[in-house]
């Protein structure tokens, strides 16, 4: 089974694999452009614009689209992020025609009813209100903001309340024909279908379309230094470490995934086992890379209670400390490189993450990575060389912290 590929002549891209033991056909609608593509006034637009696609289009009110799909069994969704937006659905294979033109629909054709804009707004703004009563949620988004100097890569993805409520109609109608129309507009399919059938479908409803140049990210941001601290009234202080990491190209990303899941990316990690396992000091506690066209973050995250934070912090250090010298085991690493090409083996059981691999890698590689070819890349990361990315990566004075919680009753924070 292999990725087929086809440009139709106004630029958009058509990406399928052909499954044949699936009965169903999983369809996403990929754009290439981000919240941070946005200026701070415009923050949340394009988070705002996926929710107002639902809302109803010239052939269809916005209960129609969700008893269509619901009639059939089916199910949609969307998505926005830092680089792209996704609005995606899954039906029974017999059903491909009407999940396409359901997607197609509500981006060709959304209304943005005013009535309708108003109460979304609404609930956006409850959106906004919800990740700010999740102090992990908060975290990131202070991190980022703080990390990033007011970059738009900082920028919150759902915006803030004050942008929100001064969205007009004409204001998100424009920056939607402006930005979102433009190529790299990417169509992912994946499901019992052959390439030819997915794209006739896909060029009878969206081949005529008219797309502008692609739009591209800025200079890459340059992250910022030091301590950011927030007060919260709540039961834990969360904390979030971060420094520069990989993007998504880069030649060094296996090696930076290996190192990630030794570190903290597992059950069996360093920071898990010293911190949760050992110590009891935290409930959770893990590491994660965060990748970007140009750019990318490693971060290390636990909460725990205020009396407790110095003490966390102190073994994290002492856990990077002993990475960065080289006290890498060479059975942690051939641990680490079985989870990694285990996980990739069984998420490829799952016709959503195969859609969503195959636009990912078009998007940011512009070709297909096979499986094959990544548990490849996974089998050259050796021990040498996970040594040698933890001396740089893991370097102390790279770091910067963030904090959400009782500081005021909080051990002393340091890093």
């Known amino acids: 089974m292999t990725v087929a590929k086809t440009v139709l002549g106004n630029g958009v891209t058509i ?20 919240s941070r593509d946005e200026s701070p006034p415009d923050n949340g637009i394009g988070h705002f614009i996926e929710h107002m696609l639902f809302k109803g289009t010239a052939r269809r009110r916005a209960i129609d689209i969700s008893r269509e799909i619901e009639s059939v069994g089916g199910t949609i969704n969307a998505y926005s992020d ?3 937006i996704l609005f995606f659905g899954k039906v029974l294979t017999k059903d491909f025609p009407l999940v396409a033109d359901l997607l197609s629909d509500i981006y060709l054709n959304s209304l943005f009813d005013s009535r309708e804009l108003e109460r979304e707004k609404d609930v956006v703004l409850q959106e906004i209100l919800m990740v700010e009563d999740s102090p992990e949620d908060l975290l990131h988004d202070f991190f980022h903001e703080s990390y990033w100097g007011g970059h738009p890569l900082g920028l919150p993805i759902q915006g ?15 920056y939607f024909r402006d930005r979102l129309w433009r190529r790299g507009l990417i169509i992912s399919v994946v499901g019992n279908i052959p390439h030819e059938r997915v794209v006739a479908e896909f060029e009878r409803v969206m081949g005529f379309l008219s797309l502008g140049k692609r739009h591209f990210p800025e200079t890459p941001p340059v992250p910022q230094r030091g301590m950011f601290l927030r007060e919260r009234p709540i039961e834990q202080i969360h904390l979030c470490l971060g420094a520069p990491g990989v993007s998504r190209v880069s030649g060094l990303k296996y090696d930076a995934h290996v190192l990630n899941a030794l570190l903290g990316g597992s059950m069996s990690s360093r920071l898990f086992q010293e911190i949760r396992e050992k110590r009891g000091l935290a409930y959770s506690v893990f ?17 725990t209670t205020p009396d407790k934070a110095g003490e966390v912090l102190e073994v994290i250090g002492t ?8 006290r890498v085991e060479e059975e942690e690493v051939v641990l680490a490189k079985e989870l990694i090409k285990g996980s990739l083996l069984l998420s490829m059981e799952d016709a959503t993450f195969r859609m969503s691999k195959q636009a990912m890698h078009e998007m940011f590689l512009g070709r297909y990575e096979e499986p094959e070819e990544e548990i490849r890349r996974v089998n050259e990361v050796t021990t040498d060389s996970v040594r040698d990315i933890a001396a740089t990566m893991l370097r102390r004075d790279g770091f910067s912290l963030a904090a959400v919680g009782d500081l005021a009753n909080a051990a002393a924070l340091s890093f």
């Open 15 to 34: 990406l399928s694999e052909n499954v044949p033991h699936l009965r169903s056909a999983t369809v996403g609608v990929w754009i290439s452009v981000g």
């Open 82 to 84: 830092r680089e792209y």
């Open 287 to 303: 590491s994660s890379l965060s990748s970007y066209a140009d750019t990318g973050i490693l971060k290390i995250c636990a909460g």
């Open 160 to 174: 803030t309340s004050g942008n929100v409520a001064a969205f007009t109609r004409e204001r998100v109608t424009g």
């Open 319 to 326: 856990v990077l400390s002993d990475l960065a010298e080289g």
